[in-house]
């Protein structure tokens, strides 16, 4: 699309947001972190998935309530589109700048939060998957690409400080999200109706479900425990499904309203660098042997290089290897440490956890791309591979400890390796354009990582994939080795339904891990932290690969370089 075409748009415009001489460059990093602290939101997805599914019985779910697994894929669904849009937008953003990507990624966010707000109102779960999944992702994708290229240009002194100031806001965005949304959750929620205690109240099972009988008929109940009520300020026991709110209609309503406005504001104090324009004093310095390029690639060349498909292996494995833990944190935190620790991991805690990772995220990304301006980025990418291998390695290991032994020591353990391990994920994000230029030059940088955000929408896919359905293998074998050591009649006492029901009883959550725990017979050890142990394993394997990747790059060949007179026809980039 033309600047001509544009029309009344036309002030959105590359042409429009060339910056006057004196212009100081460091007005464009504030535009750019603000916009990524809205859209970094969605690493604080994991605080949804309790309210989501428990959506109709709120104090615990209910059997017409969503599962852990069909809300996980909603982030799953938004990163997908995150990298589908970034890589259909890269030659667009070019053409016609970061205003006017800004500006469209504000709609997209923005009214993403607001149609997934209905579909939570409306309990409709595909109009949460349209709305934050598909146009919202679409948004992300957009707002992540909108400033990389032009602060690249802006800081040809220091690409890898750049980029991480670019896409640091994006890992920060749920140190602000996290204790915002857990704030409105609980100004927005209702609690549901008390009936009374479970053993005041008889209650019927009927088809896996559990009901039970009122002056006003038959309706259908949750049993609380006292500390899934002490979330509410309730007691103990049963609840009537449907007569309260989790509050989550309400703050996707509300923040979708509030990011728009911010994005909006930010989008309009992108500048874009005069075509000749270069810091004052600063000399391009001769191209390093080896890693450093000081020719150009063309977009559509770039993927004709192994070079490409190497630093997409490596990206998509580093960040499948941590975009299933991200998405499940906090579930995995109280899952691993809550059932053995519960005084030290409360849901305090856990959301404390999530805030922790987002920080850890945030300064990764700024300190791991400043760090490769020193060390290069091949070096950088080997110190997320081998030292991220280590430390996946680990977790199983302090997992299984502390269900036979729970001292702190190995929740402190635990904590400091997923630390570590986000910063590296983090840093991963900020370094890959760094080495986009390093490798292709900067005259395409912005089009050549839309195009190698692909990986992420791929990793968005396979790390939820691989952590729900391992996991779910895991509580499965959990759940059937549990129910062979519960006495049959005291099962049946418990659950209103024979040993014989156990899938139908599972299947409407009825029977969980932790009611089983409450009846199994003494000394018998908790299974709950070791469901992740398999998925660590293959998160570690993955790295490995994501190493050789790296291992064996070297610089583009000559002949996918731009010819000479094509190069002096875009003086200063």
Known sequence: MSNAAGGALGFLYKSHIVAKPGYNRWRVPPASIAIHLCIGSVYAWSVFNPPLTRELGVVASSAEDWSLSSVVWIFSVAIVFLGLAAAFAGKWLEEVGPRMVGVVAAFLWGGGFIIGSFGIATHQLWMLYLGYGVLGGCGLGLGYVSPVSTLIR??????????????????????????????????????????????????VVDGGRLFAETAAGRVEVVIANAAQAAELGGAAGVYVVGTGSTGAAGVFLTLGIVYFIVMMIA??????????????????????KGMVSDNHVHIDQALKTPQFWQLWVMLCFNVTAGIGVIGVAKTMMTEIFGSVMPLVVTAAFASTYVLMISVFNMVGRFFWASTSDYIGRKATYMCFFVLGTL?????????????TNPSLIYLVGFYAATMIIFSMYGGGFATIPAYLADMFGTMHVGGIHGRL???????????????????QMSVTSAIEDLAGKVDPATFAETFGAPLTQLEQLVAAKTVTIARLMEI?????????????????????????????ANLFMRPVKEHHHHDEPELQAVPGE
């Open 453 to 471: 955000l692909t990986a992420w929408s791929t990793a968005g896919v396979l790390g939820p994939l691989a952590i729900t359905s391992l996991r």
């Open 520 to 548: 199994a017979p003494a000394g018998t050890i908790d299974p709950t932290p070791s469901l992740y142990n398999t998925t660590m394993y293959c998160m570690a394997a993955l790295l490995v690969v994501a190493f050789f």
């Open 267 to 288: 989008a309009f104090q992108y500048r874009v660098p005069a075509p000749d324009w270069k810091p004052e004093g600063w000399q391009p310095k001769p191209a390093a």
């Open 154 to 203: 802006w800081f040809p002194d220091r690409r890898g400080m750049a980029t991480g100031m670019a896409i640091m806001g994006f890992g920060g965005g749920a140190m602000i999200a996290a204790p915002v949304k857990g704030w409105l959750l609980d100004i927005f929620e209702r609690a549901p109706e008390y009936l009374g205690t479970s053993e005041a109240v008889q209650t």
């Open 391 to 403: 430390l996946y390695l680990s977790i199983p290991y302090f997992a299984s400890a502390v269900a």
